[in-house]
T-cell receptor, first 116, second 116 residues
Framework: AQKITQTQPGMFVQEKEAVTLDCTYD???????LFWYKQPSSGEMIFLIY??????QNATEGRYSLNFQKARKSANLVISASQLGDSAMYFC?????????????FGAGTRLFVKA | DGGITQSPKYLFRKEGQNVTLSCEQN?????MYWYRQDPGQGLRLIYY???????QKGDIAEGYSVSREKKESFPLTVTSAQKNPTAFYLC???????????????FGSGTRLTVV
């Protein structure tokens, strides 16, 4: 069965420094997609970045990059040059390519605190 | 601007009462989803729909019902059979073709339901 694990309930980072949020996953489907979402205190989920299981390059979107290590089944999010506005919950998520349509499962999340 | 509108933002339910949460999108997305989020936890899938007049149960469908009579609308009813409905409910949508689905979900701003 597919599963997403985020082992860091909370993380602190100094403003302007980089931070890595961990995510491991488990699936038997060779085709899958990995996502990261940000949830500010307002509650709305914001899509950040996507990595496909067949993508050769690690995904990047502005200050966000995804460190994809397929053999280890990990998909860590790296945020460079942290800003105070990055303080939020971050969720790793996975969608299997051939089962369940496009339904996505989510990890338990990591709360990031950016210190001034 | 295109997006997803959830209403109401806050909802109070008495014991034994059915309540309906509204979700409307104008993104022309085929697929729509309902997730439940409990404090400090990730999102759990309640129901999802890939096309009009069709929907599937997610991981925690008991005590909930949905309909998909229009592409734009996917209301969720929390029935009296749901014993612990107090939670934050998020509606999402996505394109159904695989290429665009890789952009992730678009979420509404959520409905916070409380049993009184």
């Amino acid at each position: 069965a597919q599963k997403i694990t985020q082992t860091q309930p909370g993380m602190f980072v100094q403003e302007k420094e980089a931070v890595t949020l961990d995510c491991t996953y488990d699936t038997s489907d060779p085709s899958y997609g990995l996502f990261w979402y940000k949830q500010p205190s307002s509650g709305e989920m914001i899509f950040l970045i996507y990595q496909g299981s067949y993508d050769q390059q690690n995904a990047t979107e502005g200050r966000y990059s995804l460190n994809f290590q397929k053999a280890r089944k990990s998909a860590n999010l790296v945020i460079s040059a942290s800003q105070l506005g990055d303080s939020a919950m971050y969720f790793c998520a996975m969608r299997e390519g051939h089962t369940g349509g496009f339904k996505t499962i989510f990890g338990a999340g990591t709360r990031l605190f950016v210190k001034a | 601007d295109g997006g997803i509108t959830q209403s109401p933002k806050y909802l109070f339910r008495k014991e034994g009462q059915n309540v309906t949460l509204s979700c409307e999108q104008n993104l022309n997305h085929d697929a729509m989803y309902w997730y439940r989020q409990d404090p400090g936890q990730g999102l759990r899938l309640i129901y999802y729909s890939q096309i009009v007049n069709d929907f599937q149960k997610g991981d925690i469908a008991e005590g909930y019902s949905v309909s998909r009579e229009k592409k734009e609308s996917f209301p969720l009813t929390v029935t009296s059979a749901q014993k612990n409905p107090t939670a934050f409910y998020l509606c999402a949508s996505s394109a159904s073709d695989r290429a665009r689905a890789n952009y992730g979900y678009t979420f509404g701003s959520g409905t916070r339901l409380t049993v009184v």
